[in-house]
């Protein structure tokens, strides 16, 4: 069992960077793939990026390729997501969530384990 928390959410001006970060101190990420999904107001979540953390593949939707990164953790065994060049439409709750597996699939459905989330809004 996982129990996933989120940190590192806040306000930004657009252009600006930000890091997001996933934890959990009680396990180990071997043999998971971790994701950040988002949610903005009014819209259903999306997948946001991926990695699978035995490899270090990572995977990006379409509209945060080249801006943001995904990496890996292994002193603190988290998950970071570097987003950079903030865009207003990147305003939402982020989540991180878990799966076992090599997968990187983008299907929420197939994560198991999720965070509370944090908030992330990017001021125009």
């Known amino acids: 069992q996982l129990s996933l928390v989120e940190s590192g959410g806040g306000s930004v001006q657009a252009g600006k960077s930000l890091r997001i970060s996933c934890a959990d101190p009680?396990?180990?990420?071997?043999?998971?793939?971790v994701g950040w999904f988002r949610q903005a107001p009014g819209k259903e979540r999306e997948f946001v990026a991926a990695i699978r953390w035995n490899t270090d593949e990572a995977r990006y939707t379409d509209s945060v390729q080249g801006r943001f990164v995904i990496s890996r953790d292994n002193v603190r065994n988290a998950v970071h997501l570097q987003m950079s060049n903030l865009k207003p439409e990147d305003t939402a709750v982020y989540y991180c969530g878990a799966r076992v597996g090599s997968v990187l699939t983008r299907n929420e459905a197939m994560y198991g384990f999720w965070g509370q989330g944090t908030q992330v809004i990017v001021s125009s």
């Open positions: 009680d396990s180990r990420f071997a043999d998971y793939v």
